[in-house]
């Protein structure tokens, strides 16, 4: 199994999950260049630069069998790239609140830009407290539960929003697909969706009904676009399932993936 973060995010998201999978499978769970603790690449941030880091750390790896994709929020639109990218490489997909199936996105652009204030000389310390705050609600809006929202994850997600890339990495990625202007492109969706479609890989959709970023309406056009899908809707859960339904989801991705036949 190979896990894909979201947009902003890092591995640290999937780590409960893999946890939890690693006891069957083989699990490796990546940052995508820019993001995390990883320094970016070269090339423009965007989807195909990011599914070329995933294939890159298999080739890494020497792992070459078709590995079971699972992506979440923007991971689910890279996962999908590379599945239809390079077919042979992936066995399944499993999609978690997945980027691609609509326009709306809620991101999280005014803790980036206090952020980026809270550095400046002279003025940054009024805007620590800001920055601070808006990060805080930010990780509490990913979840049903606020709860979940662990001063260890707030951490580790300022310790992310401080590496030197991200903020290259951030904005460059929201602009490749046509945020947050206009909100997601149509073309790139229509262009993927067609693409995973004819690849026809077994797909897993599950998505949480209160999600706040990606809203419960992209699982439902999810379900209808992908023929033959199985999917699942969490009750009372966010944008991260993962995390806030890690036993559920870790049971049905695991009986989802040992049911698909690989080549």
């Given at each position: 199994?190979?896990?894909?973060?979201?947009?902003?995010?890092?591995?640290?998201?999937?780590?409960?999950?893999?946890?939890?999978?690693?006891?069957?499978?083989?699990v490796?769970?990546?940052?995508?260049p820019?993001?995390?603790?990883?320094?970016?690449?070269?090339?423009?941030?965007?989807?195909?630069t990011?599914?070329?880091?995933?294939?890159?750390?298999?080739?890494?790896?020497g792992?070459?069998r078709?590995?079971?994709?699972?992506g979440?929020?923007?991971?689910?639109?890279?996962?999908?790239?590379?599945?239809?990218?390079?077919?042979?490489?992936v066995?399944?997909?499993?999609?978690?609140?997945?980027?691609?199936?609509?326009?709306?996105?809620?991101?999280?652009?005014?803790?980036?830009?206090?952020g980026?204030?809270?550095?400046?000389?002279?003025?940054?310390?009024?805007?620590?407290?800001?920055?601070?705050?808006?990060?805080?609600?930010?990780?509490?809006?990913?979840?049903?539960?606020?709860?979940?929202?662990?001063?260890?994850?707030?951490?580790?997600?300022?310790?992310?929003?401080?590496?030197p890339?991200?903020?290259a990495?951030?904005?460059?990625?929201?602009?490749?697909?046509?945020?947050?202007v206009?909100g997601?492109?149509?073309?790139?969706?229509?262009?993927l969706?067609?693409?995973?479609?004819?690849?026809g890989?077994?797909?897993?959709?599950?998505?949480?009904?209160?999600?706040?970023?990606l809203?419960?309406?992209?699982?439902?056009?999810?379900?209808?676009?992908?023929?033959?899908?199985?999917?699942?809707?969490?009750?009372?859960t966010?944008?991260?399932?993962?995390?806030?339904?890690?036993?559920?989801?870790?049971?049905?991705?695991?009986?989802f993936v040992?049911g698909?036949?690989?080549?």
């Amino acid at each position: 199994m190979v896990l894909v973060h979201g947009i902003g995010r890092s591995l640290e998201d999937w780590q409960d999950a893999q946890d939890r999978l690693a006891t069957t499978f083989r699990v490796v769970n990546v940052d995508l260049p820019g993001f995390g603790l990883t320094p970016k690449l070269r090339a423009k941030p965007g989807l195909p630069t990011f599914a070329r880091a995933v294939v890159g750390v298999l080739d890494a790896l020497g792992e070459h069998r078709p590995v079971h994709l699972m992506g979440n929020s923007l991971g689910g639109a890279v996962a999908m790239t590379v599945a239809t990218t390079w077919p042979d490489r992936v066995a399944s997909l499993v999609l978690v609140n997945s980027a691609g199936f609509g326009r709306e996105a809620n991101l999280p652009l005014r803790p980036m830009l206090y952020g980026v204030l809270s550095v400046l000389p002279v003025v940054g310390a009024r805007f620590r407290p800001l920055a601070k705050e808006a990060g805080l609600r930010l990780n509490q809006a990913l979840f049903a539960d606020p709860a979940f929202a662990t001063d260890e994850r707030v951490r580790h997600a300022a310790k992310v929003g401080r590496q030197p890339d991200f903020r290259a990495t951030f904005v460059g990625t929201l602009l490749s697909l046509g945020l947050p202007v206009v909100g997601s492109r149509a073309g790139w969706r229509r262009a993927l969706l067609a693409a995973v479609v004819s690849a026809g890989k077994p797909a897993l959709v599950v998505w949480g009904d209160r999600d706040t970023v990606l809203p419960v309406k992209h699982f439902h056009a999810a379900v209808a676009a992908l023929p033959g899908v199985r999917s699942h809707l969490f009750p009372d859960t966010g944008h991260m399932p993962q995390i806030e339904r890690v036993e559920e989801f870790t049971a049905l991705a695991a009986d989802f993936v040992t049911g698909v036949a690989v080549p």
